[in-house]
């Protein structure tokens, strides 16, 4: 034996005197007898680069948060107006201009039908807004239409409506990032050419705001939101006034102005349902207060409900508003590149170049991007409610340190920023896809709503059944209109996506379904100490420090160990085995020659030899491998080290009765090893 | 105990019989006490997916081959003429453009000039080639340029050679097969909409026909060679005839021919050492039949430098040839998407949309693509000699069952792959680099070659280090040019990469080394069996199947046995406890609850608390973590399972005196874990 005891090394923060006397108290608070409950010491790292990285996330993302702490965490109705309306309100950025191209294919009085069309579906949203009133109340836990539709409807419209609801968290991220940039492009042209740059920097920094936690991003969040709706309110009153004393400058068209084509195509329903198909998209985000109940301080559903009547109310003035305003000061759209008609519209309100107008711009860009942070929290909460239903795998249920869901949060950016890279930036082709699948969530949600009401019979069920039944027919309607009318444009795409994306859920769920029946055991069976015969096999790659600790380690679990030393080269065997005979006795070396140089199959193929020269009248043994492992210390290490002992382990924990051992040899700990290994001097 | 004794699945194509007979016969020869060859069937796959999988690479990749088999494999010259030379011959497909480029901003009659410059660059050619005839004859093991500079100058000139040898060869995929993929362009104009698809095709073909080994390359790849040569001295014979008869007729000028400026340039030295610059282009290639000389049937070395011969001959007449061609034909290069002169020429050779000319085009672009394929021969090569002396992770140097090298293979067609999709498919901006790259070895080769011979002195040493020092010279001057010349161009690259890969071949080698010592162990030193104190811990997810059979692999270990609930949610623990106190009593269970969902900190802490409990006066015991793996028969089933399990294994590799202990739960043999579980009933 090399050396006394040695002080064993790791965790820094407990006191030593401390932990012998009272080893629990540093990390656990002990309940009872072979229970305890972790405190937050429990948690921390044990390398100097692990504390490193601790202290990085803390400051990046704040301190953990225990469970308890989650109630303080939860959004006041301002916070949760800012976080979780950002996306329907920032489509009054965009909403208006959808319909007036649609409608300036008949002629310059054609627009003044766009009035009408948004107070259309400013109806649908008061509607829609009111159903989902109902939702936020009936489900307090949240999940909007996936748990609606499986609770009520059958799980695979549950699965139908969250593979929607999963598009359209993407697709918000994409689509309002994008549109963001295309504001800070109208003042700034040369930001064209670093969009990519901006997208990706932009959806990093909201993921890291939301890996920080739900709070934080409150706080970020709140300024800009009620900066854009103050702003726009202001332009909509100067408009106000503008118009009823008659003072209107009409705003000189845009040189890039999109054309009236000539003659004009009459002005027939189609084309106002058309229309109506675009300007729909004021409608995304609704349902976005209805999934993140639970986020919501207590009451929630209170909460909740009169948040979204907040939101509504505001979204609706928005954009009649500022659809008025654009119609009576004669905006039009652009070509692409050129000014957004919400742009126009502050030009036309605060004057060109103005301080105003460039802060309306700013506020319009930070919305839309806020816009992008209402799926971080939506998208992350479904998709762990999915986990949690066995619909997608586990590590979505995982929760980070801070509470947030930090699988979903990282995915969505990954695959939101990976569509904005594949679309150069230009996201014009996602929206029908994006309008659909909203419009889907909402008619599934409406339908399991009426079916609710018609299952519960609680108190008033009839005239909320009334209100998510017109919602459910209403929302129909426009879903066909918007199905019909984009079809082609790219809401084809859903018939494609959808079915994939069920069949995954599907897919998953049977395979843990499965898995939890193979393993499950039947409650009557009592499973006492076995006597099994053992045997212990080495493969080693020559005699070294990490071997003669893997052979220790072989010893220490059987008396039957050998070693394999397997070799393409005949010659390096002589010396290994010289070695290994004279420095590790009593363990035999079996040396095979590999000429296909493989070194998984020929051990294998030992395994089996082996396996086959136990006497057949007797059990089979159970082989553990112990596999040498070098510990790599950093990340890079790991590319030059353990390839081969990887390989070996994946390919092991295939075999049948076989256990697969780690050896790891720790650069750090030689000492400790020292004694792992014990050694004297031989004969010489 | 349930059932009996049940056959060992398994490795199938053994007979059961002779296998408990003769255990070893059928995968092994025994040579000797612990001492056996493995037999091809030793690498034959265990599962019927593994079988599968290595049928299909066996279609793909032919079958395995044994080391001894290695010299069947081996190249006769027609063959490496074949594969070695298109790189070098291909390069004579863009040279003469490469001069005329230069020349034609001197107006009309410089152009007359380019056949003195390719004359120039003829005789340059062969020096190098004679120069390089000699590395063939010292150095019969190959490795060319890396070998040479380390031998002779020091290890850090080799690493110098070694990095722009490896930037030369993933120069020439990308370049060559962005210039084949042009040659398509120049019949079928639409291919430029696919060129990215095309070039992944083409590249992708590459790699699987390499990955099947040398032999097959040569089948593959002799005939377009050979085709293109034949169809070249066609071209070449015809204009003989035409400018010795006096028939020449001059080309149409193309409408997108580059124009001539107005007024040229003056003819100067300076313009004609660029043309020189640019069309020594023509040599890049020379250099790999020398790193390629173990791959020539014997004698290797005679028959390489005969091969090397033969190919400077070729590509000299060749290069000449077109170049005469294009003058006397007054062929003109043409602006970007235009023909390529080679293919100008083939139009006034063959007539226009002739059948020659299309098989022309189509032998161009099939011997730029097998140009690429040169470095799929000497790239992997390389490596796997740098990985032999520590300079590259050690996995180049693996080699798969067909002899190739297969790592190396497949990074050289990744980053060859990603360079042509990062620019488009224009690499037109990497050919200064290349052309860098190709010199630098050269010149560090033949200045290596000067000092062997005067070290060596053997017989006829003084002509053949004058023969070296001239190349040496030669090569250093012209790569004095081509760095001057094209420095802004691109050339300034070497500056940059070459460095920062021979910093990385340092590190990497400082890496092994440094870890090659810390695990030596002193030859005096004997290791004998130690006792040492052992502690199984195992922590579960509930009571599962495969929970109970890691608890027996841990009975098996050591009688100390514990297992660690670790759960958020405190009532889960009591169905747990009840389950696991009846189900398998005898095992104390702990919980440890934990508020912050963390799983990895608390098990580590409740590991620290274990230690901290451990009498002070005694050697701390061996830790033992068994971990219950559910084992996935499918790849993206570990998307589904194991994350937990990947995680704790991750860190517990770095904690001291701490042994990972993986058990697979196999779905397939559940009847032998019945038995390794063993099961009765209860008191119920």
């Known amino acids: 034996m090399i050396g ?9 923060p407990a006191d030593r005197r401390v932990r012998v006397e009272r080893p629990h108290s540093a990390f656990f608070r002990y309940t009872g007898p072979g229970q305890m409950v972790a405190k937050p010491a429990a948690s921390v790292a044990l390398t100097p680069a ?6 990085t996330r803390a400051i990046l993302f704040g301190r953990p948060l225990a469970s308890e702490e989650e109630i303080g965490e939860r959004l006041s109705k301002r916070k949760a107006l800012a976080i979780f309306s950002s996306d329907a309100i920032s489509s009054s950025a965009y909403a208006t201009e959808e319909i007036l191209r649609v409608l300036l294919v008949a002629g310059a009085s054609a627009l003044l039908f766009s009035v009408e069309v948004s107070i259309a579906i400013a109806i649908l949203l008061a509607v829609v807004s009111v159903s989902y009133r109902q939702v936020c109340q009936a489900y307090p836990s949240g999940g909007g239409a996936y748990v609606v539709a499986r609770t009520n409807l059958a799980p695979i419209m549950g699965l139908i409506a969250a593979a929607a609801l999963l598009i359209d968290y993407v697709m918000t991220v994409a689509v309002s990032t994008a549109a963001a940039i295309a504001q800070i492009q109208s003042v700034i042209p040369e930001a064209y050419d670093y969009r990519i740059v901006i997208a990706f920097i932009s959806i990093s920094l909201i ?3 939301n890996l920080r936690g739900l709070r934080e991003s409150g706080n970020i969040f709140a300024v800009p939101t009620y900066l854009f709706v103050g702003l726009a309110l202001s332009i909509i009153a100067i408009g106000a006034i503008n118009i009823l004393g008659g003072t209107v400058v009409q705003a000189v068209p845009q040189p890039d102005a999109v054309p009236f084509p000539d003659p004009p195509e009459a002005l027939g329903i189609l084309l106002l349902l058309k229309a109506f198909a675009g300007g729909s998209v004021a409608l995304t985000g609704v349902e976005a207060i209805a999934n993140g ?3 919501f301080k207590r009451p929630e559903s209170k ?3 009169n948040t979204m009547t907040a939101m509504a109310v505001l979204l609706a003035i928005l954009f009649i508003g500022l659809t008025v305003f654009a119609v009576n000061y004669g905006i039009r759209p652009t070509e692409p590149g050129g000014a957004s008609v919400v742009a126009l519209a502050a030009e036309a309100a605060f004057g060109e170049g103005s301080g105003l107008f460039v802060l309306f711009a700013a506020s319009t860009a930070l919305i839309l991007f806020l816009a992008a942070n209402t799926s971080f929290n939506a998208f992350p909460r479904l998709a762990a409610i999915l986990a949690e239903d066995g619909y997608m795998p586990r590590q979505f249920s995982f929760r980070g340190d801070r509470l947030a869901y930090s699988w979903g949060i990282v995915l969505l950016a990954a695959i939101a920023f990976l569509l904005l890279w594949a679309f150069g930036g230009d996201t014009q082709a996602l929206i029908p896809l994006y309008s659909v699948g909203v419009f889907v969530c909402f008619t599934v949600s409406q339908v399991g709503m009426v079916r609710h009401w018609l299952t519960q019979r609680s108190a008033g069920w009839r005239w909320r059944m009334t209100v998510n039944a017109t919602g459910a027919v209403l929302t129909a309607v426009v879903l066909g209109i918007v199905v019909f009318e984009k079809f082609e444009a790219g809401a084809y795409l859903i018939v494609i996506i959808v079915p994939i994306l069920v069949g995954m859920m599907v897919f998953v769920h049977r395979q843990y379904d499965r898995s939890r029946k193979e393993l499950a055991v039947r409650p009557e069976l009592v499973f006492e100490a076995l006597h099994r015969e053992e045997r212990v096999v080495v493969p080693i790659p020559g005699v070294t420090r990490a071997v003669i600790q893997a052979i220790n380690v072989a010893r220490s679990i059987d008396d039957d160990v050998r070693a394999v030393y397997i070799t393409e080269v005949p010659e390096s065997a002589v010396q290994v085995r010289a070695d290994f005979e004279r420095q590790i006795p009593g363990i ?7 000429p296909y140089r493989a070194l998984v199959g020929p051990l294998l193929a030992y395994l089996d030899v082996l396996d086959a020269a136990w006497p057949p009248d007797q059990e089979p043994p159970i082989t553990f491998v112990v596999i040498p492992e070098y510990v790599a210390r950093h990340w890079w290490e790991r590319i030059l080290y353990n390839q081969a002992a990887k390989r070996l382990r994946s390919v092991l924990l295939g075999r049948p009765l076989t256990v697969v051992v ?3 040899y720790r650069r750090e700990d030689p000492a400790l090893f020292d004694q792992a290994i014990g050694g004297k001097r031989g004969p010489d």
Chains 1, 2 share one sequence.
């Open 4 to 12: 006394g005891r040695r002080p064993i090394k790791g965790r820094k």
């Open 50 to 55: 692990g504390r490193f990285l601790d202290r």
């Open 207 to 209: 993921t890291v705001a």
């Open 293 to 295: 109940v639970p986020a």
């Open 303 to 305: 909460n909740a409900a």
């Open 588 to 594: 035999p070396l079996v040396v095979v020659e590999s």
């Open 662 to 664: 780690n050896v790891p």
